[in-house]
């Protein structure tokens, strides 16, 4: 017991080459071994098949065995479809002394799916028992409404109440993401009652760092901090000691809300109460990293028009359906671009340079453009909005707009005139930079205001409509003041 | 005692409408009163002056009275710099009684320079005088030399050794986010005599989970989660109760691991051993939280080539510094593909209808190319790619392209026979689009992985390099195709 067997976070890759190697290896031997014993007799093949079969399946499952969930996740994340499965059977034989219904909430959305759907009924019944209601509640939507019927039937009435509760918030609410393991004492006993009423327990529930101090009603008076419990004379009285002002949060809170407090005072757990202040639940750090995490895939897939995480091994067709909503928006704003180049066809004619030039209006203008809407889109995000934040923005981003317009636009003005060798073309060039880059700081600091004053999230599809806007408005701009001062 | 004051998340919200409003309240004030005693006696006008700046004064004292050092920042980030800088002396005047090196910590980068520029060296050190070693390293390099050189001096030998190691690690190194805030005890005691100890103490640092128990040489042997200590009988010993195999992590390990293997497990805390196992650190999921938060943040800001995340309120000269060299590049791509278009004039002069068509073959497959390598960014960052990953990725995402390619290539095909009435047009619109994407999804895998094999960020560039190719790509392909079959 005195040394520290060190778990590693290298550990995990390590496991996970060792799969993949064990997983080809088994392969490579059993069409070794097949193609070898063709002439032999069809039993003796078998067998030999047989006993390599075994042999390697051992070696799988030793590896696995004693795993904590999440690494069978990771592992089962990062196996094709086939193995995937293959490894899933042995994860769920008795031998791995693995919890499947937590390796199911740990994998991703994507994984999960092709993991349900490789179980029998029974077998997911059985693998949702073993968890507690809050997660029975992440895991309901991905489960057969059959199988669903089933387990609701095992739970009692209090399970089965909270389980209804905890399904019935929004996905991005304190209640889709609180849980119900709360330890709470009353607040007239002595620090010495609560040390000893928590050794009657076999453990405590993970993130315990405070105690919920109730009344009889389970009214929330206050939280009991264990460090306080520790460090305090154990004859004080709890009243003394609890803290009255902490966090408290309600099941519809916004996740997203509660995740900064979480993250501004540096907390582990927050006590859920209802309007009437009785606990219900409570929140933990898990939770939050969790949603933090999430939130931050969803935005940076939204940004590339991705619907949802990947599995890199998912079928084409469910690849093609993840991206094609996209596509298509962005095949619509091409083609507006499109036109407006085709209205001016008779000035592209006569001046030919114009093609060659345009795109770098409109692409620049889309760059500048999307700088500004992040911008704003981050500061919105954390609420720090001033009330008169339209006007200074404006006057800001047309300011640094102007600015690049002059020297950026200056700079292709110049290089217009020495590809083109004509002053007015790259005074063309200069003044449509200038105003396409300033219509790219107007929408984008206009559009993710006003979402958000719509109630919509700015984060989603800013990005396509300020492209659209500094696309075809580049265009326009460009071959317009081309149209009325070269042709 | 017995009601719980309910510090909830909207609150802070309140707290900074009302600061602006009172900020707004005293300029109009002022405003006013300079104004209507234009024509009174120069002594009268400044005593009334005074008496409303002292009475908004003290409102505005009294809302930033006992705030969290966390909140101070809230606030301070959603000022305007001048109305920043008034809020920041009067939160540093003695009355509101908060830390003003901690609100310098939770402050952003860019915040954090306007607040320290204000401030006088002796300020400064006396600032950090209230903040922990670890804290120290973070704020030390935004401190002019002089002031650190001061602070220094007042350190202890064991403080100053601290202060080095953890100014010593890459930014991204869990030596630089660990603190040294452990409490440790020796194996073989009871827990009774651990319980003894820790009411010895006036609090216990934030985040103890777990006691690190250690060696008369600090080498780490195990650790005791305060639940085990809780439940537990009191004649226990500690070696028999502590753990020994959780997560350990060294100085030189990377943040971004330690901060998946907190999330995978759950962790509030870990321990930080030097080579040696000699324990000395640790790190905390609050530490964890703030890393995820900046590290998504910087990968959504540098998406849109914005350096670094930028005080709205900054000048327009800072703005334009952060965004420049994003646009520098994007004028170098954009005139290489300008240059494309510029060698196939000819043809464009012959048939003008293929400038309106060729923005619509670069923008989609700039599109699709970016959807591509946004998931295989996302699956790099999870070290999940198996061994063969090169020849499933692109069998799959040529697969992909290549359904689109003849999906989305034959509507514009269609369309394109529509507007100009050619069929061999609309053919090599189809053509076109179905090769650039074909580029776009081979560009899309090979150039991440390329990037992690050489051992760079795939997320850092990946995108502008995947839209120089699709750009200039399309365009020679479609114009290309062209210019052998239609002209």
Known sequence: MSSLEQLHHDDMQHTLRDVQALLARQKLEEDLIHRQDLHRHEDRRELVENLAHKQNVARITDKLTGLHPADIAFILEALPVDDRLFVWDLVRSAETDINDGEVLLEVSDAVRESLIEAMAPAELVAAAENLDTDELADLAPDLPKQVMDDIYLGLDTEERERLRAAMSYEEDAVGALMDFEMVSVREDVTLEVVLRYLRLFDELPDHTDQLFVVDREERLLGVLPLQRLLVNDPDSNVGELMLTDTLTLHPGDKADDAAKAFERYDLVSAPVTSRDRKLIGRMTVAAVVDFIRDKSEAELLGQAGLKEEEDIFAPVWDSVKNRWSWLAVNLVTAFVASRVIGAFED????????????????GIGGNSGNQTITMIVRA????????????????KEMSVALFNGVFWGGLLGLLAFALYRSWSLGLVMTLAMTLNLLLAAFMGVVIPLTMQRLGRDPAVGSSVLITACTDSGGFFIFLGLATLLLI
């Open 380 to 395: 919105i995000a954390t609420g720090q909005m001033p009330p008169d934040v339209l006007r200074r923005l404006l006057h």
């Open 347 to 362: 000035s592209i004619e006569k001046l030919v340079a114009l093609a060659a030039l345009m795109p770098i209006v409109a």
